[in-house]
Protein backbone atom coordinates (compact mmCIF):
# COMPACT_ATOMS: atom_id res chain seq x y z
CA UNK A 1 0.00 0.00 0.00
CA UNK A 2 0.91 3.44 -0.25
CA UNK A 3 -0.99 5.29 2.43
CA UNK A 4 0.88 4.07 5.62
CA UNK A 5 -0.23 6.92 7.61
CA UNK A 6 -3.98 6.59 6.88
CA UNK A 7 -3.34 2.57 7.30
CA UNK A 8 -1.97 2.52 10.87
CA UNK A 9 -4.38 5.18 12.05
CA UNK A 10 -7.11 2.71 11.03
CA UNK A 11 -5.67 0.16 12.58
CA UNK A 12 -5.02 2.30 15.96
CA UNK A 13 -9.03 3.45 15.48
CA UNK A 14 -10.17 3.95 19.07
CA UNK A 15 -13.58 4.00 17.89
CA UNK A 16 -12.85 -0.08 17.45
CA UNK A 17 -11.15 -0.93 20.19
CA UNK A 18 -7.89 -1.08 19.10
CA UNK A 19 -4.96 -2.18 20.94
CA UNK A 20 -1.20 -2.50 19.73
CA UNK A 21 -0.90 -6.34 20.26
CA UNK A 22 3.25 -6.79 18.47
CA UNK A 23 5.65 -4.30 17.35
CA UNK A 24 8.92 -4.33 16.15
CA UNK A 25 12.01 -1.97 15.40
CA UNK A 26 9.23 0.95 16.11
CA UNK A 27 9.55 3.38 19.43
CA UNK A 28 6.78 5.89 18.19
CA UNK A 29 3.80 5.52 20.57
CA UNK A 30 1.08 7.22 18.22
CA UNK A 31 -0.10 7.32 14.17
CA UNK A 32 2.24 10.30 13.54
CA UNK A 33 5.34 8.94 15.08
CA UNK A 34 5.04 5.41 13.72
CA UNK A 35 4.96 6.81 10.30
CA UNK A 36 7.95 9.14 10.77
CA UNK A 37 9.95 6.19 11.91
CA UNK A 38 8.32 3.94 8.86
CA UNK A 39 9.24 6.77 6.22
CA UNK A 40 12.73 7.29 7.72
CA UNK A 41 13.72 3.89 6.15
CA UNK A 42 11.37 4.22 2.85
CA UNK A 43 13.54 7.37 2.03
CA UNK A 44 16.19 4.87 1.68
CA UNK A 45 14.49 3.62 -1.48
CA UNK A 46 12.74 6.13 -3.93
CA UNK A 47 12.04 3.71 -6.61
CA UNK A 48 9.54 1.91 -4.42
CA UNK A 49 5.79 3.58 -4.23
CA UNK A 50 4.31 1.15 -2.43
CA UNK A 51 6.38 0.58 0.66
CA UNK A 52 4.06 -0.12 3.83
CA UNK A 53 2.89 -4.28 3.63
CA UNK A 54 -0.72 -4.68 5.01
CA UNK A 55 -2.10 -8.12 6.21
CA UNK A 56 -5.25 -8.95 8.29
CA UNK A 57 -4.89 -12.15 10.71
CA UNK A 58 -8.43 -13.00 10.96
CA UNK A 59 -8.92 -16.19 13.13
CA UNK A 60 -12.50 -17.76 13.31
CA UNK A 61 -14.97 -16.15 15.80
CA UNK A 62 -14.59 -19.15 18.08
CA UNK A 63 -11.04 -19.22 18.05
CA UNK A 64 -11.19 -15.48 17.90
CA UNK A 65 -13.03 -15.28 21.31
CA UNK A 66 -10.36 -17.42 23.18
CA UNK A 67 -7.75 -15.58 22.27
CA UNK A 68 -5.95 -13.00 24.19
CA UNK A 69 -3.79 -10.31 23.38
CA UNK A 70 -0.74 -11.99 24.33
CA UNK A 71 -2.04 -15.04 21.69
CA UNK A 72 -2.44 -12.84 19.48
CA UNK A 73 0.83 -11.29 19.72
CA UNK A 74 1.83 -14.40 19.54
CA UNK A 75 0.23 -15.04 16.50
CA UNK A 76 1.60 -12.13 14.40
CA UNK A 77 5.06 -13.14 15.57
CA UNK A 78 4.75 -16.35 13.80
CA UNK A 79 3.41 -15.03 11.50
CA UNK A 80 5.73 -12.56 10.61
CA UNK A 81 8.66 -15.21 11.04
CA UNK A 82 6.68 -17.33 8.38
CA UNK A 83 6.96 -14.33 6.02
CA UNK A 84 10.85 -13.90 6.30
CA UNK A 85 9.61 -10.43 7.69
CA UNK A 86 11.31 -10.82 11.25
CA UNK A 87 14.02 -7.76 10.23
CA UNK A 88 11.85 -4.47 9.24
CA UNK A 89 9.81 -2.59 11.10
CA UNK A 90 5.98 -3.68 12.47
CA UNK A 91 3.05 -2.43 13.79
CA UNK A 92 -0.13 -4.71 14.77
CA UNK A 93 -3.72 -3.88 16.50
CA UNK A 94 -6.51 -6.14 17.50
CA UNK A 95 -10.18 -4.62 16.90
CA UNK A 96 -12.33 -6.16 18.48
CA UNK A 97 -15.32 -4.51 17.45
CA UNK A 98 -17.45 -6.64 15.91
CA UNK A 99 -18.27 -10.56 16.85
CA UNK A 100 -15.12 -11.60 14.62
CA UNK A 101 -11.87 -10.94 16.28
CA UNK A 102 -9.11 -9.78 13.93
CA UNK A 103 -5.46 -8.23 13.61
CA UNK A 104 -4.51 -5.42 11.08
CA UNK A 105 -0.72 -5.61 10.59
CA UNK A 106 1.76 -3.49 9.02
CA UNK A 107 5.05 -4.02 7.66
CA UNK A 108 7.50 -1.62 6.29
CA UNK A 109 8.47 -3.22 3.06
CA UNK A 110 11.70 -1.39 2.47
CA UNK A 111 14.02 -3.33 5.15
CA UNK A 112 17.17 -1.05 7.11
CA UNK A 113 19.55 -2.06 4.28
CA UNK A 114 17.38 0.02 1.87
CA UNK A 115 15.93 -3.08 -0.38
CA UNK A 116 12.38 -3.56 -1.08
CA UNK A 117 10.62 -7.13 0.08
CA UNK A 118 9.88 -9.44 -2.82
CA UNK A 119 5.76 -8.93 -2.78
CA UNK A 120 5.75 -11.89 -5.60
CA UNK A 121 3.03 -14.15 -4.66
CA UNK A 122 2.52 -12.26 -1.64
CA UNK A 123 -1.08 -13.57 -1.01
CA UNK A 124 -0.66 -16.76 -1.94
CA UNK A 125 2.69 -16.88 0.19
CA UNK A 126 0.92 -15.47 3.37
CA UNK A 127 -2.24 -17.87 2.61
CA UNK A 128 0.03 -20.44 2.93
CA UNK A 129 1.62 -18.94 5.85
CA UNK A 130 -1.20 -18.28 8.30
CA UNK A 131 -2.29 -21.57 7.50
CA UNK A 132 0.86 -23.26 8.90
CA UNK A 133 0.86 -20.85 11.99
CA UNK A 134 -2.50 -21.84 12.52
CA UNK A 135 -1.59 -25.51 12.81
CA UNK A 136 0.82 -24.43 14.78
CA UNK A 137 -1.09 -22.99 17.30
CA UNK A 138 -3.73 -25.42 17.39
CA UNK A 139 -6.41 -22.68 15.53
CA UNK A 140 -9.25 -23.94 12.78
CA UNK A 141 -7.88 -23.40 9.52
CA UNK A 142 -9.50 -21.53 6.17
CA UNK A 143 -9.51 -25.12 4.65
CA UNK A 144 -10.80 -27.30 7.74
CA UNK A 145 -13.93 -23.94 7.86
CA UNK A 146 -14.33 -25.15 3.56
CA UNK A 147 -13.88 -28.44 4.31
CA UNK A 148 -16.90 -28.64 6.40
CA UNK A 149 -19.20 -26.56 4.32
CA UNK A 150 -17.99 -28.84 2.30
CA UNK A 151 -19.52 -32.11 3.45
CA UNK A 152 -22.21 -30.00 4.92
CA UNK A 153 -23.25 -28.99 1.09
CA UNK A 154 -23.11 -32.60 0.20
CA UNK A 155 -26.32 -34.03 0.31
CA UNK A 156 -27.72 -30.66 -1.19
CA UNK A 157 -25.88 -31.06 -4.00
CA UNK A 158 -26.76 -34.40 -4.61
CA UNK A 159 -30.06 -33.76 -4.55
CA UNK A 160 -29.92 -31.35 -7.56
CA UNK A 161 -27.53 -34.04 -9.44
CA UNK A 162 -30.58 -36.54 -8.87
CA UNK A 163 -33.00 -33.84 -10.53
CA UNK A 164 -31.00 -32.74 -13.39
CA UNK A 165 -30.37 -36.45 -14.08
CA UNK A 166 -34.19 -37.21 -14.35
CA UNK A 167 -35.26 -34.40 -16.07
CA UNK A 168 -32.49 -34.89 -18.60
CA UNK A 169 -33.33 -39.06 -18.97
CA UNK A 170 -37.28 -38.75 -18.88
CA UNK A 171 -37.85 -35.04 -20.65
CA UNK A 172 -34.73 -34.89 -23.06
CA UNK A 173 -34.72 -30.76 -23.37
CA UNK A 174 -33.85 -29.53 -26.88
CA UNK A 175 -32.75 -26.29 -25.17
CA UNK A 176 -32.05 -24.54 -21.79
Known sequence: ITHTKASIAYGWNQEKDAEVVFSQHIAGDNTQQITDEFKLIQEQNVRCQKNTLS?????????????????????????????????????????????HTHVHLYVNRIGFDGKAY???????????????????????????????????????????????????????????
Do not use: C, W, Y
Request: net charge positive; no cysteine; hydrophobic share 35%.
Open 55 to 99: FILSPIQEDGKKLSKKDLGELTQKFIKAMNLKDRQAVAFVHRDKA
Open 118 to 176: NDSFIGKRSQLAAENVAKEMGLTTVKEVQHAKNLEQEPIRLEIKSIHQKVMENKRPKNL
